[in-house]
Each structure stands twice: as C-alpha cells, then as structure tokens.
C-alpha cells in the first residue's frame, strides 16, 4: 500500500480563493480587512515567515500593515503599539511574531492583544473558547490539519487519534479540535513510556514535536492517517518532518507531505481568520 498524499498547497490555493472572495463582499460594503504583523529583531526564520504572511494577505485581497521593531524594542513600548492596533478600527487581526527577545514576556504580550483581534489563536480566552465550543479563533497550524481532514472527508467520530506533542501552539489545541469531533484523543510526549504501543492503536496521528523520525513505518497502524506538522532539515539540509516520511507511506493510509502539507495551510488558515474578524466587526455594527 503506498499512502495518498493529503496535498496542502492544493487546498491551500482552493480555500484562499475563498477568502478572496469574501473579502471582496466586504469592501463591498465599505469594509477592507486588514491584518497588523507586527516583528520584532531581526531574526531571519521570522523574517521569512512574516514575508510570507504579508504576502499572502496581499494575493488574498486583504489590507496588511507590516511593523519591523529593533531587537532592543522595550517590553512597555510593545505592549503600548499592541494597544493602539486594538483601537485602530481598521485592523482587525494583529499578528505578534513568535519569537519575542529574551527581554520581552510573550505571553504578556499575547494577552495584550484584544481577543477579537487575536487572529493567531494563541490568547487566553481563546484557548478557553477552544475549550468549551465557544465562538473564537482556533491556532492555524492545528486548525489548518483539520481542514485537511475534511479535505479527504474523513469521519473522526469514534476514531482513535494520538497526538505526539503536548504545545499550546499546536499540540494541546489540536487534541481539544479533535476532541470536538468525537474521536478518542491520546496525547503523547517526551515522557511517554511505549510510543510506539500509542500509536500503533492510532487510526490517526498528528506529530507534532520537531523531531527527525520520531514516528517510523513500525509504529503506524495499516491504512492509517498521518499527519505531520514538523519542520526540520535533514543531513543534506533539505526540509522534512517529524515523520519518516518514505517508510510510512508505504504503510499509512494517507499522508502529508514535508514540504507542501501543513506548512502552507497555517498561513491561509490565518487568511480565514482574519476575514472571519473582519465579518463579525462589520455584522457588529451593522446591528
């Protein structure tokens, strides 16, 4: 059995078509939505990510608004920009890149920002809305991999998913998701005992940790979905994930491919958010 691949660029280019369209009923009715990304250092990962970002908003129809800050940017004047692009009615997501220098508390700086605006997910209130089925925004990497789930129209009630990875980022909220569509969630980390005894259960398994390998053709269950949300490099310095990734798609059902799967789908499911904040602030003033 060789595993049908789950192809993230595809969907990626099918669901901003979507947004663009939206955005277009929008401005439509006076409304451009806009995204605020703010950077700040100068590290080059970063750079190439918010690049992306920026990017994407602009293919997408939406307005985005790039601030670069030096690394020596103080914490109080952060928190006071956030602040302003809370009050700035025509922003509707604000986007701080991760990671923050040392000086900076992130998380203080991420529950400064309204959760209204909180396009990346990543707010306390958020996490809280995840939590309990409340309306909020969900963090784009996991949100992004249940996308692809439904892509290929696969039933998760009653299925048993494990989740390797334990962040707030991805991990955690990936297995609320999860939770929500009725599969059995087994969340595993680096002190799990027998890996392999986890996932081998698995109809599906999301990993979710950067590491090299960390799931082989030997720990996956026939026919089963996999899921592969890490971004390393191999010994040559080519890009690949948590999965070994020629191995098990000899076994799995289904799989995603490292690069071209999630990567490109955390960006356009940070698009859907941001013009889902647009939608309710203009359906707010509507009333």
């Not at 049908?4 to 439509?28: F, M, P, Y």
């Not at 990304?37 to 908003?57: H, I, M």
């Not at 979710?208 to 030997?218: E, I, P, Q, S, Y």
Request: net charge neutral.
């Amino acid at each position: 059995m060789t595993a049908q691949l789950i192809d993230g660029n595809a969907l990626s280019k099918t669901l901003r078509a979507e947004v663009a369209t939206r955005a277009a009923a929008l401005k439509a009715r006076g409304v451009v939505p806009g995204l605020a990304v703010v950077l700040v250092g100068e590290n080059p990962a970063s750079q190439v990510y918010v690049r992306n970002k920026v990017k994407a908003c602009e293919d997408s129809g939406l307005h985005s608004v790039l601030e670069k800050y030096p690394a020596d940017l103080s914490e109080a004047d952060l928190l006071a920009r956030v602040e302003a692009l809370n009050n700035d009615p025509a922003i509707h997501g604000i986007l701080v890149q991760l990671p923050l220098p040392a000086h900076i508390d992130a998380q203080k700086v991420i529950e400064a920002i309204a959760p209204a605006k909180d396009v990346d997910g990543f707010h306390v209130a958020s996490a809280g809305a995840l939590m309990t089925g409340s309306p909020g925004f969900w963090p784009c990497t996991p949100y992004g991999c249940m996308k692809m789930l439904e892509s290929i129209g696969y039933e998760l009630r009653g299925k048993h998913a494990v989740v390797i990875g334990r962040s707030n980022i991805v991990g955690k909220p990936m297995a609320l998701m999860l939770l929500a569509k009725s599969a059995t969630v087994t969340i595993c980390h680096s002190a799990t005992a027998d890996l392999g005894a986890m996932t081998r259960q698995a109809d599906v398994v999301v990993a979710a940790v950067g590491k090299r390998n960390v799931l082989t053709a030997d720990m996956v269950k026939p026919g089963a979905v996999v899921i592969d949300v890490g971004m390393n490099r191999n010994d040559e310095g080519k890009l690949c994930g948590d999965v070994d990734f020629a191995g098990v798609r000899e076994v799995a059902g289904w799989i995603t491919p490292v690069p071209g799967g999630v990567g490109p789908m955390t960006i356009t499911m940070l698009l859907v958010n941001t013009i889902e904040a647009a939608e309710r602030t203009a359906a707010a003033s509507a009333t």
